[in-house]
Structures are given as C-alpha cells and as structure tokens.
C-alpha cells in the first residue's frame, strides 16, 4: 500500500512539474529535457539507456509530458542557463545546507517538501541536489542520478 501512495504521490509530482505550475511558482520555460530513472523493465523503450539495474529515459520537455511510467526511481530536470536560478532554488529547496565544488560545477543538496521520498542524513532530510554546470543547471530529485 505504501508503494502504491508512493508511485501516485511521486506521479503527480512529475506530472505537475513537467506540465506547468500555477500561481507565483517557477516557470518553467528553461526546462530542455527531463531524465526518468526507473527499473529495467523500462529496457527496450525508446530513448533507453541501461546502467545496473537502472534504466534512463532522457527526453525533451515536450515530449516528457507523454511519458507514463510505473516504478520510477527519480527525475533529473536539465534546466538552460537562460531560467530564473533564484526562483529554481526556491521552488526546489525548502533549505539547503551544504554547496560545494566538484571541478567548476556548483552542487548544492537540500530537501524539498514537493518530492516524497527523503533520506536522513544527520538529523536532516535530503531529497533535491541542484548542480549549475557550464551547459546546464540541473535539478536532480532525489539526487542527480546522471551525471554532471
């Protein structure tokens, strides 16, 4: 049953954040591709790159509104340099407590009340890592899971 909640809540989620936001939320017309990361049962889909036991679907922003899948692990937003970088922090973060360099890439890790799963680390619950790379800035939930 707490799977099923989860995959609704989850769903809606990436629905609501692929489709558009309402009101005085992010907008979000920098976003250039969405990543999927679900299961290998996903394999043979269009787009499919399979890494372990992981399968990623990378496709455009448009496109991504026609994606549906079951047992999705996390999403991967690739956002252009043109997008808000201050309303992204603030729609995606309800804090974030560490930034730090790998290379010339900005990592910042937080939570976000908009994504249900979360990990504790030290008393603090993680769920949205935001990279500002030289060709993207890119929204990870839970985590970045492809790269930078």
């Known amino acids: 049953m707490k799977r099923i909640v989860a995959f609704i809540v989850i769903t809606l989620l990436g629905f609501g954040v692929i489709i558009g936001l309402k009101g005085n939320e992010i907008n979000l017309d920098g976003l250039d591709k969405v990543c999927f990361v679900t299961d290998l049962s996903y ?69 976000t ?12 619950k993680y769920n949205a890592q935001v990279a500002f790379t030289e060709d993207y800035i890119i929204v990870g ?6 790269g930078f």
């Open 43 to 111: 394999a043979n889909e269009e787009n499919a790159v399979v890494s372990g036991n992981d399968v990623y679907i990378t496709v455009s922003a448009d496109k991504a509104k026609e994606i549906k899948l079951n047992n999705t692990k996390g999403y991967v937003l690739y956002f252009n340099k043109t997008c808000d970088k201050k309303a992204l922090l603030n729609y995606f973060f309800d804090y974030s407590s560490d930034e730090y360099f790998v290379g010339n890439t900005i990592i910042m890790n937080g939570y």
């Open 113 to 124: 009340s908009k994504y249900s799963d979360f990990r504790y680390v030290d008393g603090k």
């Open 141 to 146: 939930l839970p985590m970045i899971l492809t």
